[in-house]
């Protein structure tokens, strides 16, 4: 499951912003992105990962990804750096 990775990983970053720029700049191992997450600011990320070769996995919830990743709020994606 994406959470179990999300938790294992030594270095995460958290947010649409943040998870765009670690995939530009070719840091991004893989990225994983909330299904509940608005369409619309999903798609630049996911064309990202297409022109970087970056893999994409999908959990159910924003809150449970943000949980995961120690933040009291939604997280709609979530990049695990090389």
Do not use: F, W
Request: proline share 2%; glycine share 6%; with cysteine.
């Amino acid at each position: 499951m994406s959470y179990e990775k999300v938790k294992q990983a030594q270095k995460v970053k958290v947010g649409l912003k943040q998870t765009l720029k670690a995939v530009e700049r070719g840091e991004a191992k893989e990225v994983i992105i909330a299904q509940d997450a608005d369409p619309q600011l999903i798609s630049r990320i996911k064309a990202a990962c297409e022109n970087h070769e970056v893999p994409v996995s999908y959990v159910d919830s924003m809150r449970k990804l943000g949980k995961v990743c120690g933040i009291d709020v939604g997280a709609s994606s979530v990049v695990i750096e090389k």
